[in-house]
Nanobody, 121 residues
Framework: QVQLVESGGGLVQPGGSLRLSCAAS????????MGWFRQAPGKEREFVSA????????YYADFVKGRFTISRDNAKNTVYLQMNNLKPEDTAVYYC??????????????WGQGTQVTVSS
């Protein structure tokens, strides 16, 4: 399996921005579709975004469309999630994931440890 380490979380005010990063190691990064998921307290983990191996296609949950952007740099073995116009309801632990294909969400089988994002004034 590929090992994944997220970074970039933190506390931000509503309307602010954060960029999450996920560094991969252990396997050939470009062989994997990559995704971001999140889990808020008391809620189940939910799909946020995904990107194909060659970054040709991206997928987003409706609640982040127009605000979040997923990207990847295969030379750096890293996937990013740029989050703009953050809302309090975006508060969650964000997880990076790797899988053979970007959809369905159940195809992801390698997970990072998560990074906390808190949106609050």
């Amino acid at each position: 399996q590929v090992q994944l380490v997220e970074s970039g979380g933190g506390l931000v005010q509503p309307g602010g921005s954060l960029r999450l990063s996920c560094a991969a190691s252990g396997r050939t990064f470009s062989n994997y579709a990559m995704g971001w998921f999140r889990q808020a307290p008391g809620k189940e983990r939910e799909f946020v975004s995904a990107i194909t191996r060659g970054a040709t296609t991206t997928y987003y949950a409706d609640f982040v469309k127009g605000r979040f952007t997923i990207s990847r740099d295969n030379a750096k073995n890293t996937v990013y999630l740029q989050m703009n116009n953050l809302k309090p309801e975006d508060t969650a632990v964000y997880y990076c994931a790797a899988g053979k294909v970007p959809v369905p969400p159940s195809s992801f089988d390698s997970w990072g440890q998560g990074t906390q994002v808190t949106v609050s004034s």
